[in-house]
C-alpha cells in the first residue's frame, strides 16, 4: 500500500459547478474554463458534482459532454450522481454515449438512498410509483450491469427496417471499470468492493456505531478503516483504487485579500468537524489551508491519505472564479509536487 515516502500517482479535483439565476449561462462556462485549465495545468481528472433544485450542476452528465469537445487528455468524473433522481437503463445510455464522445475518459461516480428532501419532491420526480421505488443497493447494480453489457430486454432482432439489440447502446467497452462508488461507511465501501468498482472518498464520513471501527470519532482513522474494507471485499484487492477528496486551499500565491476570505471560509466550517453531526452521525473533515508544504505535511500525517495515491482536491463551493484559478494553479505547480506528483504531457 502507499506510504509517506511514495508518490502521488494521480490529481485530480472536484467543482460544484455554481451559478447565477439571472444569468446561468456564465456559471457553466466558467466550470468548463476551469476544467480546460485544469487540463492546461497538466491535472489528470476533473469531477463535477450533482446538485438538484439548486443553483449548482443539475446535469453533470450533460457538461460533461461538452467539456469532453474542449480537452483531449484530462478525464472527467462525476462525484456523484445520486441514482435516486435516475432511471438506470437511461442514464447508463447517457454514461455510455459521453464515454465514446470523450475517447474513454469519463469517470462516473454514483450513491444510493432516498433522493434528498424526497417527501416534498417525490410527486414531481416518481409521481405514479413513490412509494415503490427502490433507492437501495438493487439500483446501482441495474446500472452496473447495462454499464457492463447485460442484457436490458429478452428481445432482439428485425422489424422492418429497424435493428433492436439487447443491451444498451453504445457499449462502451471499459466504461465498467471506470464506476466509482461514493461511499462514507464501512457497509457502502463494502459493497463497492464485492461489486468491482472504484472507491470515491471525501470529506464526510460515517462515524460508525460502537463495534464498527471501534466506535472512533477520529476521520482519519474511520475513512482509514473504509478503505481497507473496501479493498479486502475487491478482487484487485491492494491494487484496488481509491481517490481521497478533502477540502485543500493552498495559498502560495494568494493575495492578502484571499488569504483572509479562504482563512474565514475554514473558519467557519471547522465547529462541525469536532463531532459527529446528526441522526446520520456524519463527521465532517477539517479544510486544509496554508502554504503547499504546510498542507503537503497534514496530509503525510493523515492515516488514509497514505493508503491511496490518487486524489481529487474539492473546491470551495462560494468562491469566486479567480479563485479558482489560483487554487488550482497552486495545487498544480505547488502541492503536487510537494507530494510527489508530476504533471501530465
Given at each position: 500500500m502507499p506510504q509517506t515516502s511514495e508518490p502521488l500517482r494521480k490529481l485530480g479535483f472536484l467543482t460544484i459547478g455554481l451559478f447565477d439565476e439571472a444569468d446561468p449561462r456564465r456559471g457553466h462556462e466558467s466550470t468548463l474554463d476551469i476544467i480546460e485549465l485544469g487540463e492546461r495545468l497538466g491535472f489528470d481528472s476533473a469531477w463535477v458534482r450533482h446538485r438538484h433544485l439548486q443553483y449548482g450542476i443539475s446535469s453533470p452528465v450533460a457538461v460533461l459532454a461538452a467539456a469532453s469537445q474542449r480537452t483531449r487528455r484530462i478525464e472527467l468524473g462525476t462525484a456523484v450522481i445520486p441514482l435516486g433522481w435516475?432511471?438506470?437503463?437511461?442514464?447508463?445510455?447517457?454514461?455510455?454515449?459521453?464515454?465514446?464522445?470523450?475517447?474513454?475518459?469519463?469517470?462516473?461516480?454514483?450513491?444510493?438512498?432516498?433522493?434528498?428532501?424526497?417527501?416534498?419532491?417525490?410527486?414531481?420526480?416518481?409521481?405514479?410509483?413513490?412509494?415503490?421505488?427502490?433507492?437501495?443497493?438493487?439500483?446501482?447494480?441495474?446500472?452496473?450491469?447495462?454499464?457492463?453489457?447485460?442484457?436490458?430486454?429478452?428481445?432482439?432482432?428485425?422489424?422492418?427496417?429497424?435493428?433492436?439489440?439487447?443491451?444498451?447502446?453504445?457499449?462502451?467497452?471499459?466504461?465498467?471499470?471506470?464506476?466509482?462508488?461514493?461511499?462514507?461507511?464501512?457497509?457502502?465501501?463494502?459493497?463497492?468492493?464485492?461489486?468491482?468498482?472504484?472507491?470515491?472518498?471525501s470529506s464526510v464520513v460515517k462515524a460508525e456505531e460502537a463495534g464498527e471501527a471501534g466506535g472512533s470519532q477520529d476521520f482519519a482513522e474511520i475513512q482509514l478503516s473504509h478503505i481497507r474494507a473496501f479493498r479486502a471485499n475487491h478482487p484487485d484487492g491492494d491494487r484496488a483504487r481509491v481517490s481521497q477528496g478533502l477540502v485543500v486551499i493552498p495559498t502560495d500565491s494568494a493575495s492578502p485579500e484571499q488569504r483572509a476570505k479562504y482563512e474565514a471560509y475554514a473558519q467557519k466550517r471547522t465547529p462541525r468537524t469536532a463531532t459527529p453531526q446528526g441522526p446520520a452521525r456524519l463527521l465532517f473533515a477539517p479544510d486544509l489551508v496554508g502554504t503547499s508544504d504546510e498542507i503537503a505535511e497534514r496530509l503525510y500525517a493523515h492515516a488514509a491519505f497514505r493508503e491511496a495515491d490518487e486524489v481529487a482536491f474539492a473546491l470551495p463551493f462560494t468562491f469566486e472564479h479567480e479563485d479558482y484559478v489560483q487554487i488550482l494553479t497552486d495545487i498544480a505547480t505547488k502541492l503536487g509536487p510537494a507530494l510527489g506528483w508530476r504533471a501530465s504531457g
Open positions: 435516475e432511471n438506470p437503463l437511461r442514464l447508463a445510455e447517457d454514461l455510455a454515449t459521453v464515454d465514446i464522445l470523450s475517447g474513454g475518459r469519463l469517470n462516473p461516480g454514483i450513491s444510493v438512498g432516498p433522493p434528498m428532501h424526497y417527501d416534498r419532491v417525490k410527486g414531481a420526480l416518481h409521481p405514479d410509483t413513490a412509494d415503490f421505488e427502490d433507492f437501495g443497493y438493487a439500483r446501482a447494480r441495474r446500472l452496473l450491469d447495462f454499464v457492463r453489457g447485460e442484457p436490458a430486454t429478452d428481445f432482439s432482432g428485425v422489424e422492418g427496417f429497424e435493428v433492436f439489440v439487447d443491451r444498451v447502446q453504445p457499449h462502451s467497452a471499459g466504461l465498467g471499470r471506470r464506476m466509482w462508488y461514493g461511499g462514507g461507511s464501512l457497509r457502502s465501501a463494502r459493497w463497492a468492493g464485492e461489486h468491482g468498482m472504484n472507491l470515491l472518498t
